[in-house]
């Protein structure tokens, strides 16, 4: 049974930092990418960071380019998230989800989810 399970989240302030891990179990991520998601109150989902499933290729959206780097371990079976120089507006519930091979910025094309972790900025 394919499972993704997420790590990491807390309560930072801003300006600070955050590792989340998205742990996978029941299959192997070498052919899978992966995909960070959250999603505030109120709000839909986005696409915050992908990598294909070589790690060839990596993707951002733009309001965290520069901040946040997306990282797989496949020994591990896990893909990471280093979030740096957070902000109020980072604050969500974030997913890490997996679909063959290539990324996509359309939550609907992946397939596998995690509970989601949640993510706080607040001083």
């Known amino acids: 049974q394919?499972?993704?399970?997420?790590?990491?989240?807390?309560?930072?302030?801003p300006g600070?930092?955050?590792?989340?891990?998205?742990?996978?179990s029941g299959f192997t991520l070498d052919d899978y990418a992966?995909?960070?998601f959250?999603?505030?109150?109120?709000k839909e989902r986005e696409g915050v960071s992908c990598t294909s499933s070589s790690g060839g290729s990596t993707n951002y959206l733009d309001s965290v380019k520069?901040?946040?780097t997306i990282s797989r371990d496949n020994a591990k079976?896990?893909?990471y998230l280093q979030m740096n120089s957070l902000k109020p507006e980072d604050t969500a519930t974030y997913y890490c989800a997996?679909?063959?091979?290539?990324?996509?910025?359309h939550p609907y094309r992946f397939g596998s989810w995690g509970q989601g972790t949640q993510v706080t900025v607040s001083s």
């Open 38 to 42: 959250r999603q505030a109150p109120g």
């Open 34 to 36: 992966i995909g960070w």
């Open 66 to 68: 520069g901040r946040f």
């Open 98 to 105: 997996a679909r063959s091979y290539y990324c996509s910025p």
């Open 2 to 13: 394919l499972q993704l399970v997420e790590s990491g989240g807390g309560l930072v302030q």
């Open 77 to 79: 079976n896990t893909v």
């Open 16 to 24: 600070g930092s955050l590792r989340l891990s998205c742990a996978a």
